[in-house]
């Protein structure tokens, strides 16, 4: 299973957001010098950010972008259901388009759909405080003072 660049860039930026301390704004155009992603891409991924009320944006010249809610309360597992879109992971999975002769008897899909469950299991212990607790390290990685 692979996750969508979408995805990855969106945590990316909760990372770095996550990252700034009382009440320090990010820009747009630092996420996109930091990770080397367009301006416009980090502005879709920011405005979807803010519309599932991870992000909260401030207009104006001295605004920016800091997360809505404390980095505690940000559950990776969640942001990662609520931006895929697909967990098909192989046509048994849609009941709508399956036309697998063995699917009535295939343990494949058993094992896989327990997988994908665990997968998330491991996901939901993890906050993006918990992805930003090796902060100096990450401040390095990124050129950030």
């Not at 491991?122 to 990124?142: C, F, G, H, P, W």
Request: aromatic residues 6%; hydrophobic residues 40%; charged residues 25%.
């Amino acid at each position: 299973m692979q996750l969508k660049k979408y995805t990855d860039y969106a945590l990316r930026v909760l990372i770095l957001t996550g990252m700034k301390q009382d009440g320090a704004l990010a820009s747009i155009k630092e996420i996109s010098e930091v990770y080397n992603i367009s301006q416009h891409h980090v502005g879709k991924i920011v405005f979807e950010l803010n519309k599932m009320e991870l992000l909260e944006t401030i207009r104006g010249r001295n605004g920016g972008i800091r997360l809505a809610k404390p980095a505690e309360e940000i559950n990776v597992g969640l942001i990662v259901r609520q931006l895929e879109n697909d967990f098909a992971l192989l046509e048994c999975f849609d009941h709508g388009t399956n036309h697998c002769v063995i699917s009535p008897g295939c343990t494949l899909k058993h094992a896989l759909n327990k997988a994908l469950h665990a997968f998330f299991q491991v996901l939901d212990q993890y906050t993006i405080k918990d992805l930003v607790a090796n902060e100096s390290e990450l401040r390095e990685l990124m050129g950030m003072k």
